[in-house]
């Protein structure tokens, strides 16, 4: 028995040592992932993808185990979270592809910077003064008050309409008939920075509004024109006359009759607001292929008087900023058809300046800029209201200095809208 168990020991000791054997001929290293330039509190957004599919996320300096090979390192932007417009946080590695040796180690470093014009919301005036844009950031925002703005950006012609891309880049319509172009670093400050880049498309009309779809095309509405242009990213870079591999026209009905304010919904289609026709057009994805006079897929005119600015909430619902009917929701449900008919409607005292532009916050809330009195208005939770209301709004930003509202754009929009540009 006593022989038996001696047997079981050293059975068990050489299993043991040959474990341990295995794992000491495991081959290993470490990378060291340094994360600097975030302030307290915002996390970073680092991806390390390496040999066998090994993925590793990190979010602040970390020094991983790896097996021996070259790991790529990819960095996306960092948040602050606010819960109107985030603060956004670009960064890069150094170097973005690092090779790890067997029982060595390695470092990448990366390096975040805050991004120039995010954190806030930006309007264009086009009161026929010098184009200017101006910006509103999260903390002007949080409460109600009489001020300028955080940011003004000013140049040489007055501005329609406004759109950023993916990457924070301003662009701005302008009424003569051409789109500025402002890179992100040159919204760090006010000033009078030249454009970065500009397209001529005076040929077209005047330019009115803005909107990118999912693939990076910027679509231009030519408010004295009646026409829609589509710009794709390579044009969009290169500036200068491109023509437009997109045109569409009005039909001989007036389907497009000043159209000003532009947005798509979630399926790719696109949703104009004539203000000379007084309806909403529903442009269908398919149609939006080639240039030609395509029929809108919907036309609806219920409850509307003097449609600006439209864009879509995080539930698929159109909201529209009609200066005389006021703040109006048509349901995503009721879109497909031509009756549809406002199931909310903002009026009276609740927008006593008649609303033109509006857009959505990081939490879901809407901002609406207003004509006549100049001041912007935030309401907290619209999409519970039904019938005609007349709510308090919940944060006024008054006497901001704007001579005519234009369009509202958040940098960064929210990423629960339908379409973001890439």
């Known amino acids: 028995m006593r022989r038996v168990r001696l047997l079981g020991l050293v059975t068990s000791a050489v299993a043991l040592v040959v474990v341990m054997a295995a794992c000491l001929s495991t081959p290993r290293g470490s990378l060291m992932v340094t994360i600097s330039g975030l302030p307290a509190g915002v996390a970073g957004s680092v991806e390390v993808t390496g040999p066998g599919g090994y993925a590793q996320s990190v979010t602040s300096t970390t020094t991983l185990t790896v097996a021996p090979g070259t790991y790529s390192i990819t960095v996306a932007p960092a948040s602050n979270g606010n819960a109107i417009v ?18 060595g180690s390695s470092t990448t470093a990366v390096a975040y910077a805050m991004r120039p014009g995010s954190g806030a919301v930006w309007v264009p005036m086009k009161g026929g003064g010098p184009l200017a844009v101006e910006g509103f950031t999260s903390a002007t925002l949080a409460t109600s008050g009489s001020t300028g703005p955080d940011i003004g950006i000013t140049g040489n012609n007055y501005g329609e309409a406004i759109a950023f891309d993916g990457a924070g880049n301003l662009w701005v319509s302008q009424f003569g008939g051409m789109l500025y172009h402002y890179d992100a670093s040159q919204l760090a400050s006010s000033g009078t920075p030249t454009p970065s880049l500009s397209i001529d498309a005076s040929s077209y009309g005047n330019l009115s509004g803005l909107a990118f779809d999912a693939a990076g095309d910027l679509w231009v509405a030519v408010g004295i024109g009646n026409k829609l242009l589509q710009f794709t990213p390579a044009q969009l870079a290169a500036g200068g006359t491109p023509t437009p591999p997109v045109v569409i026209s009005a039909t001989p009905g007036g389907s497009l009759l000043t159209p000003i304010g532009m947005a798509f919904d979630p399926a790719g289609n696109l949703w104009v607001a004539n203000h000379g026709g007084v309806s909403l057009v529903k442009f269908a994805a398919s149609q939006l292929a080639a240039s030609g006079s395509p029929t809108p897929a919907v036309t609806i005119t219920n409850g509307l008087s003097n449609p600006f600015g439209i864009a879509f909430d995080a539930s698929g619902n159109l909201w529209v900023a009609d200066s005389a009917a006021g703040e109006l ?12 008919s406002p ?3 903002i009026t009276g005292a609740a927008l006593p300046g008649g609303p033109e532009a509006l857009a959505f916050d990081a939490s879901g809330a809407l901002w609406v800029a207003e004509h006549s009195t100049e001041d912007l208005r935030q309401f907290t939770n619209p999409g519970a209201w039904t019938g005609t209301v007349t709510p308090a709004a919940d944060v006024i930003i008054s006497s901001v200095g704007m001579t005519d509202v234009g369009m509202l754009a958040f940098s960064p929009s929210s990423s629960a809208l339908p379409i973001q540009a890439p």
């Open 86 to 103: 985030a603060t956004l946080y670009d960064g890069s590695a150094s170097p973005p592809s690092v090779s790890v040796a067997d029982n």
């Open 329 to 340: 929701r048509y349901d995503a449900a009721d879109l497909g058809s031509a009756s549809a």
């Open 343 to 345: 199931a909310a409607a």
